[in-house]
Every structure is written in structure tokens, then in C-alpha cells.
């Protein structure tokens, strides 16, 4: 059964789907079978990976609403060799529409439960909020990875984070574990990136990666052509950064 990673931080702008993307991409190239899955009803992960959200019937939305199976809704082989599960602008009616579904923040788990054999990894891109879709991602994965930008706010809402995770923990899914931190958008350039990573370092307890993603202009302009950083500048800075953290996240222990 494949290991279920949710990308999450509460926070917008911090490398969330960026790195849900590349990480997804670069496990793949090293030949590992990946499930790529948005939850966030933005669909930029979607996009991201070259498939046009506005013009697809069969999203996660239909499957958590039962209304089609996995093999109707995922996407074989997009951009960068994985499957997705894509998400649009429907997705945001989900709250309300399982505000009175017995066991509703297990929905996503369930519906992927004879999937997950398929899979050596399945990355779950969190919308930025703490969520019923963030929950139903977080109760279907094994860890949870959070994405810290290289920012002077970038302790805030950490610990709500963490807290969330502890709670969802002790109540829902006493298996899930801390994936780790990964620091985005890093500049080398300033010494305020560094103050940064030092800082959460010496306070947060949690494992850190060691690869850290670099600001780059080449990670930015991937996505407005669905490509991912290693197909898009295969030789970037961008593109080697998250080769080695798939690695990373490959050879991680738990």
C-alpha cells in the first residue's frame, strides 16, 4: 500500500502546490508510482500539471460525493508521469454538501481505500485553511508535510497546524505522523532566509528536510504551462532541488 503524504499549511503563497507538483513529478522520474491529488477547489494543482479543470466532468467532487468511482475520475499519465485527481471550482460546495454525512471527514479515505495498492506514493495537495477537505486529506495520508516560506512571519500558525494534526491524531487517525518541514522559496541572497530556517529550526521540535527549495523564476513560470519544474527546465535549480528531496522523502524512515 503506497505511502499517503498531505501537503498542508494553513497559510496561502508558501509552496504548498508548488511543491505538491514537483515532489509528485520527481518521484515519478525515479520511477515510482505516484497519485497526485487536489483537494483545493482552485484546481491549481490541476492546472498545474496541464489538465484544464473547467473542462473536465469527473473530479474529486463527484467522487467524494459517490456520484463516480476512482477509475472515472483520476487522469492516467499527465504531465510528469503521474495520475491525478483533479479538482475545480465545484469542489468549494463541499462543505455544505456533507455538512450532515454520518462520518464525514473520513469520505476521501474510503473512497480510496482500493486505490491506495496501486500507489507508492500519494500526494495530497491541502487548500490553505484548516478545513473539512484539509481534515478528509489529512485522515486519508500517513504524514503530513508542511511547507515553510522563508519569511519573517513564517512561525505564524504553525502551531495551530501542529495542533490540528495532534487533534486529528488523538480523535480521528491515531497513526498519522509528522512528515516534516520543508523550506520554500529561499533566498540566499538575503540573510533574512537564513534567520528564518534558524529560527524554525531552534523552535519547532519537528523533523526538518535538509533539502531547501530555492526561490526561482524558473519554478514559477512551470505552472502557466502545466509542466512541472523537471520537464519544464529539466536542469534548473528548481528542478534539482526537488530531485532531492523526492530522494529524501524516499529514503525517510517511520
Given at each position: 500500500?503506497g505511502?499517503?503524504?498531505?501537503?498542508?499549511?494553513?497559510k496561502?503563497?508558501?509552496?504548498?502546490?508548488?511543491?505538491?507538483i514537483?515532489?509528485?513529478?520527481?518521484?515519478a522520474?525515479k520511477?515510482k508510482r505516484?497519485?497526485l491529488i487536489?483537494?483545493d477547489?482552485q484546481?491549481?494543482?490541476?492546472?498545474?500539471?496541464?489538465?484544464?479543470?473547467?473542462?473536465?466532468?469527473?473530479?474529486?467532487?463527484?467522487?467524494l460525493?459517490?456520484e463516480?468511482?476512482f477509475?472515472?475520475c483520476?487522469v492516467?499519465?499527465?504531465?510528469?508521469g503521474?495520475?491525478l485527481?483533479?479538482a475545480?471550482v465545484?469542489l468549494?460546495g463541499a462543505?455544505?454538501?456533507?455538512i450532515?454525512?454520518?462520518?464525514?471527514?473520513?469520505?476521501?479515505?474510503d473512497?480510496?481505500k482500493?486505490?491506495?495498492?496501486?500507489y507508492d506514493f500519494i500526494i495530497?495537495d491541502?487548500p490553505?485553511a484548516?478545513s473539512m477537505?484539509t481534515?478528509n486529506?489529512?485522515?486519508t495520508?500517513?504524514t503530513?508535510?508542511?511547507t515553510v516560506?522563508?519569511?519573517?512571519y513564517?512561525l505564524d500558525?504553525?502551531s495551530?497546524?501542529?495542533?490540528t494534526?495532534?487533534?486529528?491524531?488523538?480523535?480521528?487517525?491515531?497513526?498519522?505522523e509528522?512528515d516534516g518541514?520543508?523550506?520554500?522559496m529561499?533566498d540566499?541572497?538575503?540573510?533574512?532566509?537564513?534567520?528564518?530556517?534558524e529560527?524554525?529550526k531552534?523552535n519547532?521540535?519537528?523533523?526538518?528536510?535538509?533539502?531547501?527549495?530555492p526561490?526561482n523564476?524558473?519554478?514559477?513560470?512551470a505552472?502557466s504551462?502545466?509542466?512541472?519544474?523537471n520537464i519544464?527546465?529539466?536542469?534548473?535549480?528548481?528542478?534539482?532541488?526537488?530531485r532531492?528531496?523526492a530522494?529524501?522523502?524516499?529514503?525517510?524512515k517511520?
Amino acid at each position: 500500500m503506497g505511502r499517503a503524504i498531505a501537503i498542508a499549511n494553513q497559510k496561502g503563497g508558501v509552496g504548498k502546490t508548488t511543491t505538491a507538483i514537483n515532489l509528485s513529478a520527481c518521484l515519478a522520474e525515479k520511477g515510482k508510482r505516484v497519485l497526485l491529488i487536489d483537494t483545493d477547489p482552485q484546481g491549481n494543482t490541476t492546472t498545474g500539471v496541464g489538465v484544464k479543470k473547467n473542462e473536465i466532468d469527473a473530479t474529486i467532487y463527484e467522487l467524494l460525493l459517490g456520484e463516480k468511482t476512482f477509475d472515472e475520475c483520476v487522469v492516467r499519465g499527465v504531465a510528469g508521469g503521474m495520475d491525478l485527481l483533479p479538482a475545480n471550482v465545484n469542489l468549494s460546495g463541499a462543505e455544505i454538501d456533507f455538512i450532515d454525512q454520518e462520518n464525514k471527514q473520513f469520505i476521501l479515505r474510503d473512497r480510496l481505500k482500493d486505490a491506495r495498492k496501486d500507489y507508492d506514493f500519494i500526494i495530497l495537495d491541502c487548500p490553505p485553511a484548516l478545513s473539512m477537505l484539509t481534515i478528509n486529506a489529512m485522515t486519508t495520508a500517513d504524514t503530513v508535510l508542511v511547507t515553510v516560506q522563508c519569511e519573517y512571519y513564517a512561525l505564524d500558525g504553525l502551531s495551530q497546524l501542529f495542533n490540528t494534526v495532534n487533534l486529528i491524531r488523538s480523535r480521528m487517525h491515531g497513526s498519522l505522523e509528522m512528515d516534516g518541514i520543508v523550506f520554500t522559496m529561499y533566498d540566499q541572497r538575503t540573510n533574512l532566509a537564513y534567520e528564518v530556517v534558524e529560527n524554525v529550526k531552534s523552535n519547532i521540535k519537528e523533523h526538518v528536510y535538509q533539502t531547501i527549495i530555492p526561490r526561482n523564476i524558473r519554478l514559477a513560470e512551470a505552472p502557466s504551462y502545466g509542466q512541472p519544474i523537471n520537464i519544464y527546465e529539466p536542469k534548473s535549480a528548481g528542478a534539482e532541488a526537488y530531485r532531492l528531496l523526492a530522494q529524501e522523502v524516499i529514503d525517510r524512515k517511520f
